[in-house]
């Protein structure tokens, strides 16, 4: 099949389907064309080249599948890997954004929570019991399983 840009005498354009050049040469001759618009029969070929339909032989090509939207360095990593990367990451925020105040965590907690300090992150090493003693006060205290070495500085 063929496909031409047509136009009738007063300008309209639409697209007719031909078996070939000769077809459209002969349906125009015995006054099978007509305009769509306005019924006009004096048909004319466009000048844009014919396109080719080549039917089912044309392989159709897959749909795209839009690009997903991952960070690059997840690409292919198992969800347990990225898990841990994003956990990884969480606790380099909030390393590099809480003052470490070692072992004076839970006093440093308490004089913040009673504004006794400035209000700020901190981050430290608490017992068991001087968690639980700053939870039963009521301060806001979250507890992380212990960074990797490297990582405490
Ligand atoms: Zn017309």
Known sequence: MIVFDLHCKDGHRFEGWFGSARDFASQKKRGL???????????????????????????KKPPQPAPAQKTPDMEGKDPFAVAQMLYSRMLDEILTKSEDVGKKFPDEARKIFYQESPGRAIRGQATQEEHDSLVDEGIPVARFPVPPADRLN
């Open 33 to 59: 064309l007509s305009c769509p618009t306005c019924g006009d029969t004096g048909i004319e070929k466009g000048l844009s080249a014919p396109r080719l339909n080549m039917g089912a032989q044309e392989p």
